[in-house]
């Protein structure tokens, strides 16, 4: 099945700056990469996707990269903000929409 | 509209009792999963239904394990003589179609389950 492997798992970084967290997948066959966020106690909230026929998407100060051939994706956010501490979930899926989930990386915006 | 909602969202048992988690999906979704949450980790699926039709329950830890959504919309878990090791977070997500598309999925804030 599929294994998806996120990196780092700990991401300090100052606010205004750029954060960029990494992930890889297994199964050549996943189409569909969501973003999640979540904060402390909190739901899961998607915060960008990436289906496997688009090589970039970007919404405002979000953007996500998709390299097929390297089978890995990576998250971009740009002019953090202290409200960005979180953690944050890739995924890739399954069959079935199973979505199967990296480690997670939390994220701290020093203010 | 309202999001998926999930009840109870705490709860505490004795190691050996049953519980039943529910999940109430956004209305009209078709797809319905269960995640399980260790703390500190990502979601792990368990479970998976289309309609009222339980389609993978290839994550289900045991035989303990049992997920039921016999009317297509409200789904619930139940986990019979729990283990300290179900304690966890267990998500709710559903979305809008079936399998044959990549749909985002939506979230519940999950049922925290401590067993003691």
């Known amino acids: 099945g599929e294994n998806v492997e996120q990196h780092p798992s700990t991401l300090s970084v100052q606010e205004g700056d750029s954060a960029v967290i990494k992930c890889t997948y297994s199964?050549?066959?996943?189409?569909?990469f969501p973003w999640y966020k979540q904060e402390l106690g909190k739901r899961p909230q998607l915060i960008i996707d990436?289906?496997?026929?688009?090589g970039e998407k970007k919404d405002q100060r979000i953007a996500v990269t998709l390299n097929k051939t390297a089978k890995h994706f990576s998250l971009h956010i740009t002019e953090t903000q202290p409200e960005d501490s979180a953690v944050y979930f890739c995924?890739?899926?399954?069959?079935?929409?199973?979505?199967?989930f990296g480690a997670g990386t939390i994220l701290r915006v020093k203010s | 509209g309202a999001g998926v909602s999930q009840s109870p969202r705490y709860k505490v048992a004795k190691r050996g009792q049953d519980v039943a988690l529910r999940c109430d999906p956004i209305?009209?979704?078709?797809?319905l999963f269960w995640y399980q949450q260790a703390l500190g980790q990502g979601p792990e699926f368990l479970t998976y239904?289309?309609?009222?039709?339980?389609?993978?329950k290839s994550g289900l830890p045991s035989d303990r394990f049992f997920a039921e959504r016999p009317e297509g919309s409200v789904s619930t878990l139940k986990i019979q003589r729990t283990q300290q090791e179900d304690s966890a977070v267990y998500l709710c997500?559903?979305?809008?179609?079936?399998?044959?598309?990549?749909?985002?999925?939506?979230f519940g804030p999950g049922t925290r389950l401590l067993v003691l």
């Open positions: 995924a890739a899926v399954e069959y079935g929409n199973k979505l199967v």
């Open positions: 239904f289309q309609n009222e039709a339980q389609l993978d």
């Open positions: 997500a559903s979305s809008v179609t079936g399998p044959t598309t990549q749909e985002t999925q939506y």
């Open positions: 199964d050549s066959a996943s189409n569909y």
């Open positions: 209305s009209g979704h078709v797809s």
């Open positions: 990436i289906r496997s026929n688009v």
